[in-house]
Every structure is written in C-alpha cells, then in structure tokens.
C-alpha cells in the first residue's frame, strides 16, 4: 500500500539514504551538480541534526512517500521571503506509481494554510517527468539558466 505523511524523527536516517541516491542519480545529469550545490542542506551533513531542523523552524515542512512500509520518496517545502519553494523526489524504481503527485498535494496544502501564493519549484533539464507533475498544479516555467564556457570541453 501506498501512502504520502509527515515526516517524523525516526524517518532521518532513510531520508539520508534516499537523499545520498537522489544526490547520485543528479550527478553527471545536466544541471545536477550545480542544483545540488544551491540546496541549503547536502548529503554530507549530519542527517539526524538537519532533519531535526525543521521541527524547531515552522516555515518548513518535509513528507514521506511510502510503499510497503519503505520510504521511496519525499518532499521538503520550505519559506523564505514569503515565496515558497519546493523539492521533490521519488526514487527510480518507484516512480509512475502516483507517489509525486501525493506529495506535491501535501506540500501544496501546507503552503495554502501558510497563505503562500507564490511557489517555485526546480526541474532538471530533460526531466520532463517531473516537469510535466508540476505543469500539471499550474507550475509555469519562468526561467531557463544558459551556459557557455570560453574553456573547450567545459559548460
């Protein structure tokens, strides 16, 4: 059985291992690293302390999205400057099974009570599955970031 909740202490340590996979699976993906370095927490630090974060600040919030018990996706929402932002995963394997568009309900539930209207949210390029979940809530895609590089071989 399938089931999006709130995150709770004891899910730090699976929500570190799928952070560690989804940090693997962006690695080398156009714009994988560089979204990476722009989050505000990585993989590198401790778990526990970070994910614990979020209960001392009430302007985030993180779900879990289950399968069989087992953790297969989250999503963390969070606010700064009254623009709320947004980041979701769901492992590979359990994609096409209806876990991200559970978790972006939550999300978009709890900015609602937040009364925040403006939401970003970040999609690789080519990952035109999560784009199009995110089209599908009325996301509208406002910027596209371009690189050259005068170094042959570098972008």
């Given at each position: ?97 209806g876990q991200g568009p559970k978790l972006l309900e939550k999300a978009m539930e709890w900015f609602a ?39 042959p071989g570098e972008a």
């Amino acid at each position: 059985m399938s089931l999006v909740r709130d995150s709770h202490p004891g899910d730090a340590v699976a929500l570190h291992s799928l952070w560690k996979i989804c940090i693997e699976e962006f690695h080398g993906r156009r714009g994988g690293d560089e979204l990476v370095a722009s989050w505000p927490v990585t993989a590198q630090e401790d778990p526990f302390a970070v994910f614990m974060s979020q209960f001392a600040d009430t302007r985030s919030r993180v779900w879990v999205g289950e399968h069989h018990d087992l953790i297969v996706g989250s999503s963390a929402a969070w606010v700064t400057e009254e623009v709320g932002h947004l980041a979701i995963y769901v492992g590979a394997e359990h994609r096409r099974f209806g876990q991200g568009p559970k978790l972006l309900e939550k999300a978009m539930e709890w900015f609602a009570l937040e009364k925040i209207s403006t939401i970003d949210a970040i999609a690789l390029p080519g990952d035109r599955d999560l784009k199009s979940l995110f089209e599908k809530s009325d996301f509208k895609a406002r910027l596209l970031i371009m690189r050259a590089s005068l170094n042959p071989g570098e972008a």
